[in-house]
C-alpha cells in the first residue's frame, strides 16, 4: 500500500463525469496541500487543483466550473469530482502532498501517488 492511493479512473464519453479519490496515508497528515496533477499523452505535466488544511481551493483556469476537490477528514480522502468531461480531459491523473512553495508548482509536492487513467472518447 502506498502512502497515496489513486482511484477512480476510467474510460467515459464527453459530457459525462467521473469521481477520482487520493486515499492520503496518516504518515502524511502533515503536509499543508493535497493536490491533483494531470499528464497527458505527450504533453507536460500541470496543475489541476489544490486543498489545504483550511480548505481553501485553487483550480486550473480550464477546469474551473467542471471540476471541485474537496477533502473527507475522517476517511483521509481527497477527491476530484470531474463533471463535462472533455477529450482534452484524458490523462494520467496523479496525487501529491506538500507543504511549501507556490500551490501551483510542482516543486511545491514531495510525495506523489502512481496516478490513475482518465480516457475520454468524444
Known amino acids: 500500500q502506498g502512502l497515496l492511493v489513486e482511484s477512480g479512473g476510467g474510460l467515459v464519453q464527453a459530457g459525462d463525469s467521473l469521481r477520482l479519490s487520493c486515499e492520503v496515508s496518516?504518515?502524511?497528515?502533515?503536509?499543508?496541500?493535497t493536490a491533483w496533477f494531470r499528464r497527458a499523452p505527450g504533453k507536460e505535466r500541470e496543475f489541476v487543483a489544490a486543498?489545504?488544511?483550511?480548505?481553501?481551493?485553487w483550480y486550473e483556469d480550464s477546469v474551473k466550473g467542471r471540476i471541485t476537490i474537496s477533502r473527507e477528514f475522517v476517511r483521509s480522502i481527497v477527491s476530484l469530482q470531474m463533471n463535462n468531461l472533455k477529450p482534452d480531459d484524458t490523462a494520467d491523473y496523479y496525487c501529491?502532498?506538500?507543504?511549501?512553495?507556490?500551490?501551483?508548482?510542482?516543486?511545491?509536492?514531495?510525495?506523489w501517488g502512481q496516478g490513475t487513467q482518465v480516457i475520454v472518447s468524444s
Open positions: 501529491a502532498v506538500g507543504g511549501f512553495g507556490p500551490v501551483r508548482e510542482a516543486p511545491t509536492y514531495d510525495t
Open positions: 496518516e504518515r502524511l497528515f502533515d503536509r499543508f496541500y
Open positions: 486543498i489545504n488544511w483550511n480548505d481553501d481551493t
